[in-house]
């Protein structure tokens, strides 16, 4: 954990916060709201915090300096954070009461505290992709999505921790650290976005952002207990974002509550023209289409394979999950999606591309996981045993017509139902150890793991995971829905609709001061 350097859209100077009385403000806000609870105040949704700063129930100093001191507590058990921007986030935070007073609003957001993956640039602010080859990279400019949060007026906390360049499915692999599961600390807490996903369930923040590549919002927000949102490819821009593999990269929401994933996305969502990726769609709003109807709509079950050697706990909890939705939708049985086949060329190419002179020219400085990751794909390169360069091209290229057609005729999945669930993951979180142990082979992808979650990047459907429910060990278990391309205000709706039908998302996992963290046993 570090603390922040320079600036970014979120912040003031600290000459500025001096010069303009804001820190008397700072000083006060303590004293103003010691009545409140920092457990209760450090609960609270992204919505609620929204709504109780603007009503003056709340300040967002006293709800920020809660969120630093809880951060400070807990963070060094879970290595959740990276950087805790706690000078420019109290900044941001006073400006906005000043605000406040005055009666003007940012956006929806105003003053609300998030948190920003590592791998989404920050300008001012080191971006590190968790890697020591970024180790002191300090962007010039925010990505497009940081700047669209800043002008709805949230406060960035920090930077969280991932799986380095966000390459891999666990939460293992970090020149940070293990990122630690709140639930159970010897735990995998799912990757890539894995310190995300820790920091919400533990309530180290209100939201915060993630990205995904094969898995890596809903992964975590299945293994911590938290809704993870990947929208339809393009919806919401990836300019500014360190990619993996452009051509599968979302990035998305993981919030506490359905709702603030809806108010997230009206934020985040829209055409960039500078973004290679992006694509023009009317603008929705996300919060109003919670509010639908669901009752008349088609539940399919994506049973085969994604249904294949499920872990015992979590096919209990789905029997109670699809009896629950059915009893809301029209349940229309089991539906099948297309075979997604393997677009490893297409991925492993795309790394490729971005690695190379970064790989030839400090390869040390990479962790053994994605380093084994890159040698084996140069090394192969450089093996005339192998693909030759054209063959390579040739595979790519087939493989990109090939991900477009299959794109173009998604939609063709729900010709029989307009939503489709299905289990998140297939298996409890794994011990951190077996995960660190497994680092010593060349492991690209995980298929066992990522298998229910990649093919909807593949198809650039929107798919969300919500809570629901937990083993009988205490591991939190997730649903996933999907839908046709740009659905997100009906697969909102859905998801809500569960999660008001439930109480898996009100249950906390028990954090404690004085909590011990379990050894590391790092491969010799």
Avoid at 73 to 94: D, G, M, P, Q
Avoid at 375 to 401: C, G, I, M, P
Wanted: glycine fraction near 6%; include cysteine; proline fraction near 7%.
């Amino acid at each position: 954990m570090a603390d922040d350097k320079g600036r970014t859209g979120f912040c003031l100077s600290r000459r500025e916060v001096l010069g303009s009385g804001l820190a008397t403000m700072l000083t006060a806000s303590t004293e103003a709201w010691a009545s409140e609870s920092p457990d209760e105040i450090t609960a609270l949704s992204a919505a609620e915090a929204a709504q109780r700063i603007r009503n003056g129930a709340l300040t967002s100093v006293a709800l920020t300096q809660a969120y630093l001191a809880r951060t400070g507590i807990y963070n060094s058990k879970l290595s959740a954070i990276i950087t805790v921007a706690a000078e420019t986030a109290l900044a941001t935070a006073a400006a906005c009461d000043a605000e406040t007073k005055r009666g003007h609003w940012r956006g929806p957001l105003h003053g609300v505290p998030i948190l920003i993956k590592d791998n989404i640039d920050t300008a001012g602010i080191r971006t590190t992709a968790a890697s020591l080859v970024y180790e002191n990279r300090i962007p010039d400019e925010d990505a497009e999505v940081v700047r669209r949060l800043a002008a709805a007026g949230a406060v960035m906390l920090g930077k969280t921790n991932l799986h380095e360049f966000a390459g891999g499915i666990s939460s293992a692999s970090s020149y940070f650290g293990p990122i630690r599961s709140p639930w159970m600390l010897d735990r995998d807490a799912g990757g890539s976005s894995s310190g995300s996903a820790a920091a919400i369930s533990a309530d180290l923040a209100c939201a915060a952002l993630g990205t995904d590549t094969a898995g890596s919002v809903r992964a975590p927000a299945s293994y911590c207990s938290i809704v993870g949102l990947k929208p339809t490819y393009g919806l919401v821009p990836i300019r500014g974002i360190v990619p993996l593999a452009p051509s599968f990269d979302h990035c998305g929401p993981m919030t506490k509550t359905v709702e603030d994933a809806a108010l997230l996305l009206n934020i985040l969502a829209g055409y960039d023209p500078e973004d290679i990726a992006s694509v023009e769609h009317p603008t929705e709003d996300y919060v109003a289409a919670l509010a639908q109807p669901i009752d008349k709509l088609r539940l399919g079950i994506a049973r085969r394979p994604f249904f294949d050697l499920l872990d015992p706990n979590v096919a209990s909890a789905m029997d109670a999950a699809i009896a629950t939705l059915e009893r809301q939708m029209v349940p229309r049985g089991d539906v099948h999606l297309p075979d997604t086949v393997d677009f490893t060329s297409l991925g492993t190419a795309e790394i490729e591309a971005y690695h190379l002179e970064l790989y030839r020219s400090r390869p040390t400085k990479y962790g053994l996981h994605f380093r084994n990751t890159l040698k084996s794909a140069f090394d192969s390169a450089n093996d005339t045993s192998q693909q030759s360069a054209a063959e390579k091209l040739v595979s790519y290229v087939r493989a990109s017509w090939q991900l477009r057609k299959m794109r173009r005729d998604a939609a063709r999945i729900f010709d029989q139902c307009d939503v489709i669930a299905l289990p998140t993951m297939r298996r409890l979180p794994r011990p951190l150890n077996e995960l660190i142990a497994r680092e010593e082979k060349p492991t690209p992808r995980e298929p066992e793991v990522v298998e229910n979650c990649f093919p909807f990047n593949v198809l650039g459907l929107p798919a969300i995971s919500v809570p629901a429910g937990f083993s009988k060990s205490g591991l939190p278990i997730g649903l996933m829905l999907a839908g046709p391309p740009f659905s997100e205000g009906r697969l909102l709706a859905v998801a809500r609709a569960f999660e008001r039908s439930t109480a898996w998302h009100f249950r906390k996992p028990s954090l404690r001061p004085t909590m011990v963290t379990p050894p590391i046993d790092w491969p010799s």
